[in-house]
């Protein structure tokens, strides 16, 4: 059964409900070895994202060790907004997109065990911006470590509506 949504952000559209957050969608650098995002049939599959802002990726270390909580959130937060923002790429429209499903990463120490809520903040900023749209499937997975030693990543498959 569905939980309510929490408090949305007010705004008329997804645009401003993420301008009225303070935030807004980054460049994201092309790479030569993969593609930030890739449809198939309807679905359109993001890569993993890193919290990276302006080039330069925001935190590093294992959580429950070298990174507390509520940075490992706001992380979490910070490579959302960058699956958002290849999910625009894909779609053409911050309006159009609706996440089916997310994965997050963790880099956590196995006693750590909180990864759903580093995993809730990312969460959150979906629904914030696109409401029922940026309600998903999830799974939040501790890993012993991840790419540049970010304790977070982000992958995700969602449609254009």
Known sequence: MSQPLPQTV???SASEKLRNLGLELPDLAGNAYFVHHRAVGSSIHISGQLPFKDGELLG???VGRDVELEAAKELARHAALNALAAAV???GDLDRVRIV???VFVASTPD????SQVANAASELFIEVL???GRHARTAIGVAGLPLNTPVEIQMICTAV
């Open 10 to 12: 007010k705004g008329d």
């Open 60 to 62: 590093q270390g294992v």
């Open 89 to 91: 790429q894909a779609v």
């Open 101 to 103: 499903q997310m994965l």
């Open 112 to 115: 750590f065990g909180l990864q």
């Open 131 to 133: 409401g029922e749209n």
